[in-house]
């Protein structure tokens, strides 16, 4: 199978910090990676698209300078959060796909973040 | 916005009772998949039906297509407790790669 995995699983930071979470693919390389972000009882939204080695492609509305991404390697994707706020507090989740033109992405386990 | 929709938001059924959950959504797609969600949990994928499937089954699970009305339904035959989850759609649009996920229904299984 696919695994994605991430890390940390859960995070408590202070309102101003960043936070950095991350995103692996473990068995397999991933070409691009999906941000996704849920707050509580909600559906997935997604927030940003990274291609390795590239910029990230990041969906309207979503502030590309408060959510930094990072696709450095074909297994790593990293997402920092930066200057949290309470509002950010959510559950963030990532997604791999093998290359540009598969359907299958594979899920991470999900980030609880929380902004004291 | 173009999320789906899911129907019901919140399903309350018994052990043995099947459960009926529909997604409509609002471009063309290329598939459109279906995914569970235990409470704070990850995505588990359960099946996938692409643009020129009208019908898929797996195990206990059964969906259909209908593109010309820009719906999908799933059904769970047989549910047990442990189907108690969040289930969402997904599409992919023609031409992207992205998924956009629909509401989610909420399913309680009693036993």
């Known amino acids: 199978g696919a695994v994605v995995s991430q890390h940390p699983s859960r995070v408590i930071c202070k309102s101003g910090t960043s936070v950095k979470i991350e995103c692996r693919s473990l068995d397999f390389q991933a070409t691009t990676m999906f941000w996704y972000r849920q707050f509580p009882k909600q559906s997935l939204m997604l927030m940003a698209t990274s291609n390795e080695g590239s910029k990230a492609t990041y969906e309207q509305g979503v502030e590309k300078d408060k959510f930094l991404i990072n696709h450095a390697s074909l297994t790593l994707s990293t997402l920092t959060v930066t200057s949290a706020h309470p509002e950010d507090s959510s559950f963030y989740i990532c997604?791999?796909?093998?290359?540009?033109?598969?359907?299958?992405?594979?899920f991470g386990p999900g980030t609880r973040l929380t902004v004291t | 916005s173009q999320q789906g929709e899911e129907d019901p938001q919140a399903l309350s059924i018994q052990e043995g009772e099947n459960a009926t959950m529909n997604c409509s959504y609002k471009t063309s797609i290329n598939n459109l998949q279906w995914y569970r969600q235990n409470s704070g949990r990850g995505l588990v994928h359960l099946i996938l039906?692409?643009?020129?499937?009208r019908e898929k089954h797996s195990g206990r699970l059964r969906v259909t297509l209908d593109t010309s009305k820009k719906s999908s339904s799933l059904l769970i035959t047989a549910s047990r407790a442990a189907d108690t989850a969040s289930y969402f759609c997904a599409t992919e649009a023609t031409g992207f790669q992205k998924l956009v996920f629909g509401t989610g229904t909420r399913l309680l299984v009693s036993p």
């Open positions: 997604s791999a796909s093998r290359d540009t033109t598969s359907y299958e992405q594979y």
């Open positions: 039906i692409r643009s020129n499937e």
